[in-house]
T-cell receptor, first 114, second 116 residues
């Protein structure tokens, strides 16, 4: 089945230690998104790639970066995690056009910062 | 500005009872509307979507939703709830242009509990 895969599912990092979260997709979608979801809150969009074009949300902290080396993979880098960055990080994809808004989500990576 | 309101934070229904989850949106044009479900510790799964046409849309798992433009609503319904439906439900509107194109504006979610 075509899907969105996130690794690892659980990640523990230390305060200030860089961490990278991974997302891959077999849907061949143009667009890949990263969301942050804190406990009992709605997902919050951090940024997205349309093909190789990077689109950062205005309120996404500089501490968060992303890379998309090819269509299938996208990475979220947190350069210096703080305690407030502990959250579920969700990757999603969409196919562009009218399907732009029809997003398919991975299972998420739960990040703990100690 | 676009927004989505889910007035009910938490709803409890008995297994076999009917369900309606409310969603109101604020958007200037014809919206693209979605319902997603999230089980604990999992990602979001698309239940159904409305882009245009028939205002009653059918989704997976026996869910349906009705778009009512006059009320700016897109309520989710299920005639008979199963214990496995216990989860959090998010309504979302597709909005934005330019740099925010493709952005989904989510409501804060409604947590559904199912009594045996």
């Amino acid at each position: 089945d075509a899907m969105v895969i996130q690794n690892p599912r659980y990640q523990v990092t230390q305060f200030g230690k860089p961490v990278t979260l991974s997302c891959s997709q077999t849907l061949n979608h143009n667009v890949m998104y990263w969301y942050q979801q804190k406990s009992s809150q709605a997902p919050k969009l951090l940024f997205h790639y349309y093909d190789k074009d990077f689109n950062n949300e205005a309120d996404t902290p500089d501490n968060f970066q992303s890379r998309r080396p090819n269509t299938s993979f996208c990475f979220l880098d947190i350069r210096s995690p703080g305690l407030g960055d502990a959250a579920m990080y969700l990757c999603a994809t969409s196919g562009g056009g009218q399907g732009f808004y029809e997003q398919y989500f991975g299972p998420g990576t739960r990040l703990t910062v100690t | 500005a676009q927004s989505v309101t889910q007035p009910d934070i938490h709803i409890t229904v008995s297994e076999g009872a009917s369900l309606e989850l409310r969603c109101n949106y604020s958007y200037g044009a014809t919206p693209y509307l979605f319902w997603y479900v999230q089980s604990p510790g999992q990602g979001l799964q698309l239940l159904l979507k409305y882009f245009s046409g028939d205002t009653l849309v059918q989704g997976i798992k026996g869910f349906e939703a009705e778009f009512k433009r006059s009320q700016s609503s897109f309520n989710l319904r299920k005639p008979s709830v199963h214990w496995s439906d216990a989860a959090e439900y998010f309504c979302a509107v597709g909005a934005g242009y330019g740099g925010s194109q493709g952005n989904l504006i989510f409501g804060k979610g409604t947590k559904l509990s199912v009594k045996p």
